[in-house]
């Protein structure tokens, strides 16, 4: 048998969300690897293997992929959103990188709805010109980092869309964050929370920098800064195209 492995997103939660392409690998897989919350979307059924893993462990669950594959496994690694944004396809060719033999065997990275883009379309389009995303995790780089570049994006007139924003294990960073935010942008700026997009759970809230508070951010919320142009349309919040 010829195994494969696919590293999958499987969108920001809604099953509508999921491509044609990503379900199709998933009803040929014999394996689903991936952090627990993910891999319980998966439906059990016959023939499948199901491996949930912690959230820390991403160089040992992709060793685990390639492994299963190269002895004939036909492997999908799940990621929410995409596999390609701050998540397990770069883990998987890390992990190639210091065992190359691994390139022999079949690999494909299929992309997902991200939650950047899918909080953008409820909020209307507040990344319709130039923008960055940051991860706001200082889990893989140092605090510092994160805010050094959080003021070159508000300088160089990005907007802006932050994963990972608050976290119990580092709960004063977020408002940390907003203060760097306020003193860049001033207070007048919008701020953008989406919470749980695409779930029954989902919450949406626009406010100015001046009224945010880091509560209005945890682990499941997409947020996202206007640059200087951003506006409200209606219960809409978009960036015109053109910048003078
Ligand atoms: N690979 C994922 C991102 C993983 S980082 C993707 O492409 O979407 C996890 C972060 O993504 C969360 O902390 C949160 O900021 C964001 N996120 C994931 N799903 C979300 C959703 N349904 N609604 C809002 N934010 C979400």
């Known amino acids: 048998m010829t195994g494969w492995l696919a590293i999958a997103g499987l969108g920001p939660g809604d099953e509508a969300l999921i491509t044609p392409e990503v379900t199709a690998v998933l009803a040929q897989a014999t394996d689903v690897i991936g952090y627990v919350p993910y891999v319980a979307r998966i439906a059990p059924r016959d023939g499948l293997s199901r491996h949930p893993s912690d959230n820390r462990v991403e160089l040992m669950r992709a060793r685990h992929a390639l492994e299963l594959a190269a002895a004939g496994g036909r492997v999908v690694v799940v990621s929410s959103g995409d596999p390609g944004v701050f998540a397990m396809a770069a883990a998987v060719l890390e992990a190639i990188e210091s065992a190359p033999e691994y390139l022999a065997t079949d690999i494909r990275i299929l992309p997902g709805i991200t939650a950047m883009l899918a909080a953008a379309a409820r909020l209307g389009a507040p990344l319709g010109h130039d923008f960055c995303a940051i ?23 990005f907007a802006m869309a932050f994963y990972n924003p608050r976290s ?16 860049e942008c001033g207070g007048a700026r919008l701020i953008s929370f989406a919470r749980a997009v695409s779930t029954a759970e989902e919450t949406l809230e626009t406010v100015t920098l001046a009224e945010a508070t880091p509560e209005m951010a945890d682990m499941r919320t997409m947020v996202i800064v206007g640059n200087a142009d951003t506006r409200r349309v209606g219960r809409f919040v978009y960036t015109p195209r053109t910048s003078l």
């Open 135 to 157: 991860n706001l995790s200082d889990n893989l780089k140092p605090w510092e980092l994160v805010e050094h570049r959080l003021r070159l994006a508000a300088r160089a007139g």
């Open 168 to 183: 119990r294990s580092r709960p004063h960073q977020f408002g940390r964050a907003l203060d760097v935010l306020r003193e």
